[in-house]
């Protein structure tokens, strides 16, 4: 604040009161708060995630992404709609998979092609297994699937441990993985860890060993989402707690949906629970949900496995037999050969947007852009074909 001192005349005040008034009143004009100037003013710029991670497939990196939130930049290596058998990892992804401080990956010998391209790349980080609280079986077309029926619905909850919501029962510590991976990108000393043990004949054909195709069960799916909130926990301990509550979160709606599928599968006859497939890739969903495996179009756990004319023959006779009404095509696949055995069988085909999502989720704005949104679309097609209705989705499932 300008003072006028009383020593000056007052025709010589004047102007400097003027002046001084002018001054006063840009000055105030100054400090007096406009509410658009806070929106002008550049805000700081967002803290950089902890953790920079990269994950094998499209469901490892979802439930990464749900367990970190924006705690971590994930970035997955196979994309929706693509093979996860006949992924060749590009220069951009050993890029990122060098600059990461996390690899998160599916495990169970899924991933083939992971040691080399983790040597290429020279990662250095930390590995996360999400297979290491999951109890791995045989492929669907190794053992019989026929639960049985009606009893099935009835223990799930005992037979799966849904009731404790911890998945102590998984068979993590039958597969010596005490360790959860996080050291080392393969499990050390495990019978199934990729490698030979998974070895194909010449045709890629009777694929041996355990099914590495884990995600098909929502509870598979929330041990996976444990195994990885813990590794997350390990690698960035300072936000342990964060990671833990989102996994915690996003493993109720797992469980809804477990719920959710056995109520609608559970309107189907036991005897009309038909599936076949492209490949063997729904182990874990027939054995969970008490569904009997017909058989597959490539009788291996490579989608890529040639098919011969004996595989057709064998598959067709398979449906006839069975009694099947429809053969199921996934949207990674060409639904050819699902529509050439479906012609011959005399069933139905059910390829393209009533495809199934199988190795990997879908794009953007597609029904399988979640892994809850592709579990629900492909129970819903499943339980149609079989000549029932899918009880309602609940509300907290709906996305």
């Known amino acids: 604040m300008t003072t006028i001192t009383p020593h000056r005349s007052l025709t010589r005040g004047v102007p400097a009161l003027l002046a001084a008034s002018v001054l006063a009143i840009g000055l105030s004009g100054c400090a007096t708060a406009d509410p658009d100037a806070d929106a002008a003013t550049p805000e700081a710029p967002a803290a950089a995630p902890a953790l920079t991670v990269v994950a094998s497939t499209t469901h490892t990196a979802e439930f990464t992404q749900r367990v970190a939130g924006e705690l971590a930049e994930v970035t997955a290596l196979i994309?929706?709609?693509?093979?996860?058998?006949?992924?060749?990892?590009t220069a951009s992804d050993l890029a990122a998979l060098a600059g990461a401080d996390v690899l998160v990956i599916n495990g169970a010998g899924l991933e083939e092609w992971l040691d080399d391209a983790v040597e290429a790349s020279g990662f250095a980080g930390t590995t996360i297994d999400a297979s290491t609280r999951v109890g791995l079986i045989e492929f669907a077309g190794d053992h019989g699937h026929d639960h049985g029926g009606d009893d099935h619905a009835d223990d799930h909850a005992d037979d799966h441990g849904?009731?404790?919501?911890?998945?102590?029962?998984?068979?993590?510590?039958?597969?010596?993985?005490?360790?959860?991976?996080?050291?080392?990108?393969?499990?050390e000393g495990d019978d199934h860890a990729?490698?030979?043990?998974?070895?194909?004949d010449d045709h890629g054909h009777a694929h041996e060993g355990d099914d590495p195709h884990i995600?098909?069960?929502?509870?598979?799916?929330?041990?996976?989402?444990?195994?990885i909130a813990e590794g997350l926990a390990a690698a960035d301990a300072d936000n342990a707690q964060v990671y833990e509550a989102n996994a915690a979160a996003y493993i109720a709606q797992l469980e809804q949906l477990d719920a959710w599928i056995v109520e609608s599968i559970g309107a189907v006859d036991p005897a009309d629970r038909l599936l076949v497939t492209n490949h063997e890739a729904f182990g874990y969903f027939v054995d969970?949900?008490?569904?009997?495996?017909?058989?597959?179009?490539?009788?291996?756990?490579?989608d890529n496995a040639e098919v011969s004319a004996a595989d057709i023959d064998r598959l067709v006779a398979s449906v006839r037999d069975s009694g099947a009404?429809?053969?199921?095509?996934?949207t990674t696949l060409s639904p050819a050969a699902a529509e050439t055995i479906a012609n011959e069988a005399g069933v139905q085909v059910f390829s393209g947007n009533d495809g199934l999502y199988g190795d990997s989720l879908g794009p953007a704005g597609s029904p399988g852009e979640t892994y809850i949104g592709s579990m629900i679309h492909n129970v819903t097609v499943l339980v149609t074909a079989w000549g029932a209705e899918p009880a309602p989705v609940p509300a907290a499932l709906a996305e």
């Open 79 to 89: 994309q929706a709609n693509q093979s996860t058998h006949s992924f060749d990892p």
């Open 162 to 187: 849904h009731d404790d919501h911890g998945h102590d029962d998984h068979g993590h510590d039958d597969h010596g993985h005490d360790d959860h991976g996080h050291a080392d990108h393969a499990h």
């Open 194 to 200: 990729h490698g030979d043990d998974h070895g194909h």
């Open 215 to 227: 995600w098909t069960s929502a509870a598979n799916a929330a041990a996976m989402v444990e195994a």
């Open 288 to 302: 969970a949900y008490d569904v009997t495996y017909v058989g597959a179009i490539i009788p291996s756990f490579d």
């Open 325 to 330: 009404t429809a053969v199921f095509s996934e």
